[in-house]
């Protein structure tokens, strides 16, 4: 059997374009996500500005519903890592990591992107014994205990603030006096007397033992050196694409991409490859918000419809 469309990746971008597809008409649609569907948003202790959610939500609760809400279409659920994508004639093969591999008319990559690494000493020597990328996930070991942040757009002020419940203290490190994050939520991290700013500041070298993370030190622009005694270290310097599962065996893209290794989309979120589209935090300019990456799911499921609409009748 041939798929009418497959999306690999289930987060926002790929769930909203799995219930578009379906419900718009495209029988056969798998979605490929090896872990549960939800994507990194998952992970966000607070929603503030998804348009008709109000009061306290976190990333989790929004993300729950939107699974059953697609199955209910007949979209189907692969929990399986794939590898690569390909295409040949007008058949795209989608190889998983077990070396198995099924073919779709269409194809819709929505495989997001990661957390960067800072890049500090000692990161990634105490990553996952006191160094940090997940506020929700090991915030609570932290309970009662004062922790460093590093970062300076809105996840890292957010996952602050968050902290800030369940923390004695927490210092936010920012190489810069200023912020990226929405005025709104600046505000809120200036009024709350349990966040420190350490400013023009950027980590120097974490540092520990064999239990985990004792500090970390962080250098001004005047070069002079910070010790802060913490247990837990939180960064959010942004994200890496992932877009392995377009390199093909000679190491090209299947697709044009950017000297950033995003996707280059059309405003259908159409590649330069007919049949293939790409939607959310891979394609390029993408706003990195819930809202923006539902949106070009749907895009992208109906730009997918009218492909496969066409190439088979």
Known sequence: MILDCAIIGGGPAGLTAGLYTTRGGLENVTMFEKGMPGGQITQSSEIENYPGVTGDITGMDLM????????????????????????????FTITKS?????????AI?????SPRRAGFNGEEKFFGKGVSTCATCDGFFYKGKEVAVIGGGDTALEEALYLAKICTKVYLIHRRDTFRAS??????????????????????????????????????????????????????????????????EDGTFLCDMNAQGQVIVDLSMKTSVPGLHAAGDI??????????????GAVAALSAISYVDELLN
């Open 283 to 296: 394609r390029i300019q993408a706003p990195k918000q819930v809202v923006s990456a539902a949106g070009d």
């Open 98 to 106: 077990d070396g198995t591999s099924i073919q779709a008319y269409s």
């Open 64 to 91: 729950m519903p939107w699974p059953e809400q697609c199955q209910k279409f007949g979209l189907k659920h692969d929990m399986a890592e794939v590898s690569r994508i390909s295409k040949k004639d007008d058949v």
């Open 109 to 113: 990559v929505c495989t997001g992107s």
């Open 183 to 248: 005025p709104n939520t600046v505000k809120r991290i200036q009024e709350n007397e349990k966040i420190e700013l350490v400013l023009n500041s950027v980590p120097d070298e974490v540092y520990g033992d064999a239990s985990g993370v004792n500090g970390i030190k962080v250098k001004n622009k005047e070069g002079e050196i910070r010790d802060i005694s913490v247990p837990g270290v939180f960064t959010f310097v942004g994200n890496n694409v992932n877009n392995q599962t377009l390199i093909q």
